[in-house]
């Protein structure tokens, strides 16, 4: 069990804002008064952290009162993406994803929903919600509807972040494409394909339970999210609709680059073996004329005979010539 600390370090707390339930702002607060502004009616509580320790979360659950079981999945991290009902708050848990360094990063946001606050809990690869906090403050007549606003610019945040990767992936495909069809083999695109088909897959793993998670808040949950805040959780789901539907395709896309791309090596490798085998059916002629000479014979008709020789020779360029001309004519070379 967790014990109590001392104030913990601020870059655990990204943010602890306290706001009047007319959606305008109070101002930033410490984590030891969130229990004192939550006293005073008509106000509630957004807190954004990035991956506190164990002292930091037990202070959250001393100040809102949160289930033990959901604090044990914030601070041990590596959830699944779900969504949890503890009471009358909800525990999600929600996988990010970002570009670093030209490559493909998750994470995960644990958040806490209840009637007078919200809580962000970022862990590994994932942007600070702090532009998504000012995006609700600039519609204070919408943050009045309280926290699940902010948990709808939370989400739609998530989700706009999705946009550039998958639109990057998207380019990245469409350079592949013309390596695969390129005249020379390269063995960089075979990886590059299979690198991009594996990020895919993961990204699809952290969307598509998104999708039904934002399917649920749209639908359940009545005493958290207003009627009026619905249609705004909507366009997040066709949002997450969208982006998961695009990673469909793109990994349909990339099986038929991985397909084709073999089968046009494959194709490339029978070119070169019938090439070589056409060749070696044009020494095979002259090869097994000239290998009757190879015997020793005391008796041979064109010993006696001085235009045999230059025969033969003629002979054989015409049998070389005529399998050359077979040859063309059936593509071999």
Excluded at 227 to 234: I, K
Excluded at 261 to 284: D, P, W
Aim: aromatic share 10%.
């Amino acid at each position: 069990m967790m014990s109590a600390a001392a104030t913990p370090p601020s870059d655990m707390v990204v943010n602890c804002v306290a706001y009047r339930r007319d959606g305008s702002r109070v101002g930033d607060i410490s984590l030891d008064a969130i229990s004192d502004v939550l006293e005073t009616p008509d106000t509630f509580v957004w807190v954004g952290l990035h991956e506190p320790d164990e002292a930091t979360l037990l202070k959250l659950q001393d100040e809102f009162n949160l289930h033990d079981l959901a604090i044990e999945d914030a601070h041990k991290a590596h959830q699944r993406t779900k969504i949890e009902t503890y009471g009358d708050s909800l525990f999600l848990v929600v996988q990010t994803a970002q570009l670093v360094g030209g490559k493909l990063a998750f994470g995960e946001t644990h958040i806490f929903l209840g009637q007078r606050y919200l809580v962000t809990i970022r862990h590994g690869a994932s942007l600070s919600y702090t532009p998504a906090r000012r995006a609700c403050e600039q519609n204070p007549e919408l943050l009045a509807y309280g926290p699940s606003y902010g948990l709808y610019g939370v989400l739609d945040f998530i989700v706009d972040n999705l946009l550039p990767i998958v639109r990057d992936f998207r380019e990245e495909l469409s350079e592949l494409e013309a390596d695969v069809f390129a005249d020379t083999f390269k063995r960089d695109t075979i990886k590059r394909l299979y690198d991009m088909q594996r990020d895919l897959m993961t990204l699809r793993l952290a969307v598509a339970p998104l999708q039904d998670i934002i399917g649920q808040l749209v639908r359940l949950h009545p005493q958290l999210i207003p009627e009026e805040l619905r249609v705004y959780f909507r366009d997040v789901y066709d949002h997450v609709f969208r982006v998961n539907e695009s990673i469909g395709a793109m990994r349909e896309m990339l099986t038929a680059a991985l397909n084709v791309n073999l089968a046009l090596v494959t194709l490339g490798q029978n070119e070169v073996m019938k090439r070589l085998a056409g060749y070696a059916a044009l020494l095979a002629a002259p090869t097994l004329i000239t290998s009757w000479y190879g015997m020793n014979f005391h008796h041979m008709p064109e010993l006696d005979k001085p235009w045999a020789y230059p025969a033969m020779i003629a002979l054989m360029a015409g049998v070389v010539g005529s399998i050359y001309a077979g040859l063309k004519r059936a593509r071999w070379l």
